[in-house]
């Protein structure tokens, strides 16, 4: 009997056991600069406190799951021509509160019109996001090149995010007369079980850009300035699914809606992609445009990429284009796009003819 209870009050002492790192789990971390991070992430609660990321280091923040981390003040990198990235951060279950703070890439000091392309190396992404949880109400301003990527190891809501890089709107000294900020992307995207939300991106390059997974929502943003919201561009081997693209604005950009596929791509699946109540205006080139011919624009497609069940449902995507651009083009492959895709939630309006080649059949438009 009684060693029967010590065996009981063993075991549970054995279940109950912390290990070492569980009692340094309560307490909280203060950031003010590098040397204090691998201290604080050893808490599950982590400050922030403003201050300049030395030059050429990545403020790494690998996290315990659960921890909860503050910005309490502005983040700066400093300025250096080095790969990046800027900023990373890892953990399970983690809840980023920027509270309105500001991350600053130091753009101006990279930027020369050539992005990711060439000219000067610039540290990038800026900010590498990989964790689950919630990532929000943070500011990130004037990104070297590309500004979030995501690869989440669990289910993620980012939301309340501002990207502002509008000073890469114009030309600099080392631009050549092209908008100095370039390959800006907002987020970049290869991951599963992902919100975006709430959130607004001036840029110069992609608001949004799956290159491939699945169950992905971007709604309620607002993109400027840039090449709108992109699935692609979609390389070899790869599969997209379960898209929804809600209640976006997207306001002067190149396109609003673009599902972008090399013509060299082999063997990749895209389906499933829900396009409801977006509105886009001020559209320089086209409405949307689904091309199996990129990097090329609307020229000979491949058949790699089978793409099927685009659709435009629920609420009316109403989009408005400039006077000289494509509402709607859709050039794919021969048989590449494929089964029977509903349009009929979708107004276009301004603009010259639609293009179509080898569209599948689609309710709602003629093609
Ligand atoms: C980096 O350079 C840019 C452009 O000159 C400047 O705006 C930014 O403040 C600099 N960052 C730091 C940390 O000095
Ligand atoms: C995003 O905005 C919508 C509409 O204002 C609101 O219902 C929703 O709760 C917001 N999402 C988050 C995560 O704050
Ligand atoms: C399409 O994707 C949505 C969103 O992820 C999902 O709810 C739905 O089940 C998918 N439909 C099919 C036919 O797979």
């Known amino acids: 009997m009684i060693s029967a209870l010590l065996t009981v009050l063993s075991i549970s002492s054995i279940v109950f ?76 279950s983690i809840t980023f509160n920027g509270n309105g ?14 992005g990711s392309n060439g000219g000067v190396e610039k540290p990038r992404p800026m900010m590498k996001i ?52 370039h390959n800006t992307d907002g987020f970049d995207v290869s991951t599963t079980d992902l919100v975006i939300e709430n959130s607004s991106v001036k840029n110069q390059d992609d608001c949004l850009a799956i290159n491939k997974g699945s169950n992905i929502v971007f709604q309620g943003n607002t993109c400027s300035g840039g090449h709108g919201i992109s699935v692609g561009s979609i390389s070899s081997d790869v599969t997209v699914s379960g898209i929804i693209i809600a209640d976006n604005t997207v306001i002067n950009n190149q396109q609003a809606l673009r599902i972008k596929m090399d013509s060299t791509a082999t063997g990749s699946t895209v389906t499933n992609i829900t396009y409801s109540g977006n509105v886009g205006t001020g559209l320089t080139e086209f409405g949307i445009l689904i091309d199996q011919s990129y990097p090329d624009t609307l020229k000979t497609p491949g058949t790699g990429v089978i793409l099927s069940d685009v659709s435009f449902t629920g609420a009316t995507n109403t989009l408005s284009v400039e006077s000289s651009a494509t509402p709607i083009a859709i050039n794919c492959g021969k048989g590449a796009c494929t089964g029977t895709w509903e349009w009929t939630s979708l107004k276009t309006s301004g603009g010259e003819a639609n293009f179509f080649f080898n569209p599948p059949t689609i309710n709602g438009i003629s093609t």
């Open 17 to 92: 056991a912390r290990p070492a790192t569980e009692a340094a789990k309560r307490c909280t971390g203060t950031i003010s600069s590098l040397d204090d991070v691998s201290d604080a992430v050893k808490c599950t609660t982590v400050n922030i406190n403003a201050f300049t990321v030395t030059a050429g280091s990545t403020f790494n923040l690998d996290l315990m799951d659960g921890t909860t981390v503050n910005l309490n003040g502005n983040v700066a990198f400093g300025n250096k021509t080095w790969a990046g990235p800027l900023f990373e951060i890892s953990g399970d």
């Open 101 to 114: 703070h500001t991350f600053d890439g130091g753009g101006p000091f990279y930027w020369d019109g050539q």
């Open 130 to 181: 990989k964790i689950s949880g919630t990532f929000e109400n943070t500011k990130i301003v004037n990104s070297p090149a590309q500004t979030f990527s995501v690869s989440n190891p669990g289910p993620l809501t980012i939301t309340g995010i501002t990207i502002d890089n509008s000073q890469g709107d114009l030309p600099n000294s080392q631009s050549d007369g092209l908008p100095a900020g």
